[in-house]
């Protein structure tokens, strides 16, 4: 069915800030949460970290809040939940991720971190489902984003917005999440637009260019987080090694199986770090 509702975010004279300062105050509303301190973003085989986080305390559907879009995908939670952690911390948890490719614009794609930060998050965590270049990883292996490369070609900044990006994915936030784990490697995202996954020769290229991570999120949500001062956390699950690395073809739902396969792990890895935070 195609979209006839207008979408407060699609009129350039709109300041985005400000229909993230709404959504903010509809989650206030619907949660009875004033403020909330940690944002979690849940991608492919992240979600039920949501559940060991802490007690939660409301859930609400993603399309009552002004500006979130339905997510594209069935096995994107289109919800909101709000938790609290037993050391007294309110985190936001956003399942309704909208991606680049869904070709809504850029605005829509941070409108979640612009309005995390609008609750009073100062933390946003971003979590991914992602292909591995290194040839020391595998499939169902939680990897800490140790920097991007933005490949897309777009940026959530208007304007001549200058905004430093160095340590961008904290120093501080991945130390603590080794602390954690020790075990966990880190790695370069590089965001591509896809729907379509990469080609052997984009892999390839990505490599070269200093990746190990190929995805189709998280850096401009980074990008957008880093500009309302957040501090950034980021893990990508392997849930597949990328085109040419592995020789089979990727699917959808090879991914998903494996995002469900290292879902109990990765989740009690997450809800720990959080708990930490
Ligand atoms: N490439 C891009 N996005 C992905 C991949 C991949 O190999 N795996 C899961 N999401």
Same mark, same amino acid.
């Given at each position: 069915?195609?979209e006839?509702?207008?979408?407060?975010?699609?009129?350039?004279?709109t300041?985005?800030?400000?229909?993230?300062?709404?959504?903010?105050?509809?989650i !206030? *509303?619907?949660?009875?949460? +004033?403020? =909330?301190?940690?944002?979690?973003?849940?991608? $492919?085989?992240?979600?039920? &970290? %949501?559940?060991?986080?802490?007690?939660?305390?409301?859930?609400?559907?993603?399309?009552e809040?002004?500006?979130?879009?339905?997510?594209?995908?069935?096995?994107?939670?289109?919800?909101?939940?709000?938790?609290?952690?037993?050391?007294?911390?309110?985190?936001?948890?956003?399942? !309704? *991720?909208?991606?680049?490719? +869904?070709? =809504?614009?850029?605005?829509?794609v941070?409108? $979640?971190?612009?309005?995390? &930060? %609008?609750?009073?998050?100062?933390?946003?965590?971003?979590?991914?489902g992602?292909?591995?270049?290194?040839?020391?990883?595998?499939?169902?292996?939680?990897?800490?984003?140790?920097?991007?490369?933005?490949l897309?070609?777009?940026?959530?900044?208007?304007?001549?917005?200058?905004?430093?990006?160095?340590?961008?994915?904290?120093?501080?936030?991945?130390?603590?999440?080794?602390?954690?784990?020790?075990?966990?490697?880190?790695?370069?995202?590089?965001?591509?637009?896809?729907?379509?996954?990469?080609?052997?020769?984009?892999?390839?290229?990505?490599?070269?260019?200093?990746?190990?991570?190929?995805?189709m999120s998280?850096?401009?949500?980074?990008?957008?987080?880093?500009?309302?001062?957040?501090?950034?956390l980021?893990?990508?699950?392997?849930?597949?090694?990328?085109?040419?690395?592995?020789?089979?073809?990727?699917s959808?739902?090879?991914?998903?199986?494996?995002?469900?396969?290292?879902?109990?792990?990765?989740?009690?890895?997450?809800?720990?770090?959080?708990?930490?935070?």
């Amino acid at each position: 069915m195609s979209e006839t509702i207008h979408h407060p975010l699609d009129d350039a004279a709109t300041d985005p800030f400000e229909v993230a300062a709404r959504a903010a105050r509809d989650i !206030a *509303r619907l949660t009875g949460v +004033e403020h =909330h301190d940690i944002a979690l973003t849940l991608g $492919s085989g992240w979600g039920k &970290a %949501a559940d060991l986080i802490g007690e939660t305390t409301a859930t609400i559907a993603a399309t009552e809040v002004t500006g979130f879009s339905k997510p594209a995908l069935a096995g994107h939670v289109g919800s909101l939940r709000s938790i609290l952690t037993p050391k007294g911390t309110r985190v936001l948890v956003i399942g !309704a *991720r909208t991606h680049y490719y +869904e070709g =809504h614009g850029v605005r829509r794609v941070v409108h $979640s971190v612009r309005t995390a &930060a %609008a609750t009073g998050a100062r933390t946003m965590v971003l979590t991914n489902g992602a292909g591995g270049i290194k040839s020391t990883w595998s499939p169902g292996q939680p990897v800490l984003i140790s920097d991007h490369i933005n490949l897309t070609g777009d940026s959530p900044l208007e304007g001549a917005t200058f905004i430093d990006l160095t340590d961008l994915y904290s120093t501080r936030l991945r130390d603590l999440a080794r602390r954690v784990d020790p075990s966990l490697d880190e790695g370069v995202y590089c965001q591509f637009r896809g729907p379509q996954y990469e080609t052997p020769a984009e892999v390839r290229m990505a490599k070269t260019i200093g990746g190990h991570i190929v995805g189709m999120s998280t850096a401009l949500e980074a990008i957008a987080a880093r500009q309302a001062g957040m501090e950034v956390l980021g893990f990508s699950l392997i849930t597949n090694m990328a085109a040419g690395i592995q020789t089979t073809p990727l699917s959808h739902q090879e991914v998903i199986e494996a995002g469900q396969q290292a879902e109990p792990v990765i989740s009690a890895l997450l809800a720990r770090v959080i708990g930490e935070l």
